[in-house]
């Protein structure tokens, strides 16, 4: 696919970070987008935006739509394709994803089990739907956003991170088993998986509205419950107060979003530089790449830190020029 020009892409997860850039930047490119999103005004916004940098003829639709339930799925299916007047879509973006769920231990089975149904039944049910218009397009590709967590299941020492890293290995199992599945029963349809890792988006603040742990209508015993995973992802102190546990929450979004090396603009840039190249797997972020590296050097390591950081040590030093 040298060029997006004339095509109808599908992007979830639209309403804001890649998903709003993706749908920006395929648009600006001549590419007709029906995005959705579990915020409808959000992905109205986005498409409002994309509109204004498209050339003529450029159709960009909004859609509101739970990806984790599928009855929700087949009607943003069935809308794109009125919406769009067509019977088939040429490029498929499975982007929509939250975080949560981060201890199968600790955390509450409805907050693990949320997460999990959007970032892997969301991918699954979406591929269900629209898998047959791709095939009918003659030349479509099906693009599923796992993470560097589809291949390292943690965030740090000391965090966590397991219904979110068991959605993405899903994602990248799938997305890798339907290579061989596409050759075989729809040679003219490929499949992409995007692993990106820090990408400067809103996705803490869209996890907590969505898990409904907004910092401002959470009660203290809650903010309480949070300040242990507060200290390890270093964003509140030992001795901090109820008031300054919920100024900490409020900060975290602005601080991952905003601290990020690479924005979502960059994010979504790479990705479609990616599927234009034909790639299969798209490595998003030197951070992304350098883990990559390193776990399948040491797999047995992955999850020692201490050998895991010598491991990475020994590669800056290896691959930094001297003076």
């Known amino acids: 696919m040298d060029s997006f020009t004339g095509k109808l892409a599908v992007v979830t997860g639209g309403g804001s970070g890649m998903g709003r850039e993706l749908v920006r930047q395929l648009a600006a490119q001549g590419?007709?987008?029906?995005?959705?999103?579990?915020?409808?005004?959000?992905?109205?916004?986005?498409?409002?935006?994309?509109?204004?940098?498209?050339?003529?003829?450029?159709?960009?639709?909004?859609?509101?739509?739970?990806?984790?339930?599928?009855?929700?799925?087949?009607?943003?299916?069935?809308?794109?394709?009125?919406?769009?007047?067509?019977?088939?879509?040429d490029l498929v973006f499975n982007n929509a994803g939250i975080g949560g769920g981060g201890s199968f231990i600790r955390d509450r089975r409805e907050e693990w089990e949320r997460t999990f149904a959007i970032d892997w039944w969301g991918v699954y049910y979406c591929a269900r739907a629209f898998l047959a218009?791709?095939?009918?397009?003659?030349?479509?590709?099906?693009?599923?956003?796992?993470?560097?967590?589809?291949?390292?299941?943690?965030?740090?020492?000391?965090?966590?991170?397991?219904?979110?890293?068991?959605?993405?290995?899903?994602?990248?199992g799938f997305s890798e088993a339907l290579i061989e599945d596409l050759r075989v029963n729809a040679p003219h349809v490929r499949v992409a998986v995007v692993m990106p890792g820090h990408v400067g988006t809103d996705i803490v603040s869209n996890t907590v509205r969505i898990l409904g742990r907004e910092p401002e209508l959470m009660n203290d015993a809650a903010l309480e419950a949070a300040r242990a995973g507060l200290i390890r992802l270093g964003w509140a102190t030992e001795n901090a107060s109820i008031d300054e546990?919920?100024?900490?929450?409020?900060?975290?979004?602005?601080?991952?979003?905003?601290?990020?090396?690479?924005?979502?603009?960059?994010?979504?840039?790479?990705?479609?530089?990616?599927?234009?190249?034909?790639?299969?797997?798209?490595?998003?972020?030197?951070?992304?790449?350098?883990?990559?590296?390193?776990?399948?050097?040491?797999?047995?390591?992955?999850?020692?830190?201490?050998?895991?950081?010598?491991?990475a040590t020994e590669t800056v030093a290896k691959t930094t020029p001297g003076p």
Not at 54 to 59: E, I, K, M, T
Not at 133 to 155: C, E, K, P, R, Y
């Open 245 to 311: 546990l919920r100024q900490s929450l409020v900060r975290a979004n602005a601080q991952f979003r905003d601290n990020a090396p690479l924005s979502a603009a960059e994010a979504a840039t790479i990705i479609l530089d990616g599927i234009r190249a034909g790639a299969w797997r798209i490595l998003v972020g030197e951070d992304a790449k350098m883990l990559d590296a390193l776990v399948r050097a040491k797999p047995e390591a992955a999850y020692d830190w201490a050998e895991l950081g010598r491991t």
């Open 31 to 89: 590419c007709s987008v029906g995005a959705c999103d579990l915020n409808p005004h959000a992905v109205t916004e986005t498409a409002a935006i994309a509109r204004t940098g498209a050339p003529p003829g450029v159709h960009v639709t909004s859609h509101a739509c739970d990806v984790s339930d599928e009855a929700q799925v087949l009607r943003f299916r069935d809308e794109v394709l009125e919406g769009h007047a067509t019977d088939h879509v």
């Open 133 to 172: 218009l791709l095939i009918a397009s003659g030349d479509g590709v099906l693009i599923n956003t796992s993470s560097f967590n589809g291949f390292w299941a943690a965030l740090r020492p000391g965090v966590p991170h397991t219904a979110y890293s068991a959605a993405k290995f899903a994602v990248k």
